[in-house]
């Protein structure tokens, strides 16, 4: 089976503008057989990390020749490098901002993209995924090698994550993102934690009981924290919204202790 | 022409978060050269009830080889079932708690899935979409027989879908979905109405009229009902928001009359 | 290589319902390998007028063979006709209100679907889109020619587009619309300013200083005037929605004057 070449994108446009399919658009001028899944869009205008976060916990699960278009993208326009990086099969183009970082692991290679030799338009500066990204893309996704597209580099932009504060029998952590649900992710890995179940989480003075599997293992309605799909501790309420219910934003401290 | 197979997603993922994404590419894993319809997403979360309408109202529609993947699964993790099910050629996969029963009609091959045999994935319960329903539709995807992803069963969950009442002349219904443009969709079937023109309907004491064909058959701003495109009663505002306009919510009685 | 044909929808349907989803379906039944780019979906619900300009905006960035499918459709059901039309090698169809005009240049060709003809089911007259135009944009993705779904016209109806006034030295404009970032997209087309950077904007009372490049040209938080990616000045906030900040809706006038 020879299946068509795949696109994965990842950017914070909002998702009732054109932005996403234009975007598409410019891919599929470039390569015409190209596929698309949509990682996700409309994420939180600006928020790197966040998104720099989800493309790393969620590439392995995508096939082992996709190539990833990430754009959030602030500096849109400005002398910010654009990146495209290979690591494994997977080949990674964004913004030079930290985006891409913590998806490339040890032996990923990264090189600066030559915007001006591959941008197809002209005129406006606030569109790179479109007139410059896209492009690039489509070249990789046509078989193109990494270092047919930018030069290599070893000093990418390091991404700005919050990270944990490790005490004794204790770890501080924050919340990264409230999702569509209200499940509130945090920054605090279960992979840190031995047995998760030995732990319990607190929010704003609530106490949320041991960390557990499932929204199932509490009443419907109740408050919880849980291991979450990208293998972190997850504030939630089952059946409820627990950013609503809890009072708790992006930022929010959230505490683990050993039982 | 022998297109590459298709699945069809329906779920209450949040439409900016990356559960979606994440679940195609876990097909795409498994059926690399699998094609995605999305159906809807960003149902109500939970809503159980008003996924089930769309999914038998809409399958028709698509080819029928399709494999839908339904993911309304606010048991996740428990021990409630995953279902896979044969309906003519379409086949489904969901949870089972009455999200696919509705779309199965006479006839209908069910199976409940050995989960533990197909999930890819350890650590989480809480994304069953992803690491369980996917690689199971990504085997129907391939072409794998029904009965190599779980043993028959004849007791789905019923889905808990409110009925219609009707009276000598009068048929009592509710509001089951409120969509994007503020129109309220009943569950009153258009079919159990013999000559829809014939009857008026009533929501909050405001009388409707007759039931009419198409928002343009009143004045723009006016109110009406009429026949939806699932072939159920709506009510709607021509050009625009009726839920806002008469403050109309899910649940809310809706009565239609013989005039 | 021999790419599968390609279907670009543009929808006021909104996101989370699963008109669009329907549709498509309604495409693959007729057109079973047809791929699908969502240009947008979930724009403001009949708001034709901007569907139409980022219809005429995007159409460059696809590929010479792709069919537009365009819904924003509030006359859905009454005698309104739907439209289809070929520019070049692309292919659109879509209702009489103006939505496609702007997309078509001098040599288009166009026809009246007979709806009667190509209608694929009875009994509501409120998605047009599914029932009538997919199987059109179907027929087309599979070959036929554009005299084969209807008959030539030469009176399609006129967009309702407002336009700038032009005095000496100044173009006063309005905004069409907000973005999801909260960017205003003015009617000013950069196009008619010589040199963009030798104009200033005014939104409000506030002075933005000359239009520029990007939004990194000011500080973060600040407002601007800039190029758009569709070539029509903006007003933003760097970093920031600029709608909320500067208390600016659909329809506010801008004032663009030589510096």
Redesign the interface.
């Known amino acids: 089976?020879n299946?068509?070449p795949?696109c994965?994108l990842?950017t914070d446009?909002?998702?009732?503008?054109?932005?996403?399919?234009?975007m598409?658009?410019?891919v599929?001028?470039d390569a015409?057989?190209a596929?698309?899944?949509?990682?996700?869009?409309?994420?939180p205008?600006?928020d790197v990390a966040w998104a720099s976060i989800?493309l790393a916990?969620?590439r392995d699960?995508?096939?082992d020749d996709?190539v990833f278009l990430a754009v959030v993208d602030?500096?849109?326009?400005?002398d910010r490098r654009i990146l495209a990086a290979a690591c494994g099969r997977q080949r990674f183009v964004g913004p030079d901002n930290g985006l891409l970082v913590p998806a490339l692991r040890e032996g990923a290679s990264i090189v600066a993209v030559d915007a001006a030799a591959v941008r197809v338009r002209h005129?406006?500066?606030?569109?790179h995924g479109?007139d410059v990204m896209a492009p690039v893309a489509a070249r990789l996704l046509r078989g193109a090698p990494l270092d047919s597209v930018g030069v290599p580099i070893a000093d990418p932009v390091a991404p700005a994550l919050p990270s944990v504060r490790i005490d004794d029998g204790a770890v501080d952590g924050v919340v990264l993102h409230v999702?569509?649900?209200g499940n509130c992710v945090t920054n605090i890995e279960?992979a840190a934690l031995d047995d998760p179940a030995a732990w319990r989480a607190t929010v704003r003075g609530t106490d949320l009981g041991p960390i557990r599997?499932?929204?199932?293992?509490v009443d419907p309605g109740e408050p919880l924290a849980?291991?979450?799909?990208?293998?972190r501790v997850?504030v939630s309420v089952?059946?409820g919204d627990a950013a609503r219910r809890l009072g708790v934003a992006r930022g929010e401290p959230v505490r683990v202790v050993r039982s």
């Open positions: 089976m299946a068509a795949l994965v990842l446009f909002p998702l009732a503008d054109p932005y996403v399919g234009a598409k658009g410019a599929l001028r015409p057989d596929r698309f899944v949509d990682l996700a869009h409309g994420l205008p600006g989800q916990a969620q699960v995508f096939p996709a602030p500096g849109v326009g400005t005129g406006a500066e606030t569109f479109r999702d569509g649900y279960v599997r499932c929204y199932g293992d849980l291991v979450g799909s990208i293998g997850e089952r059946d």
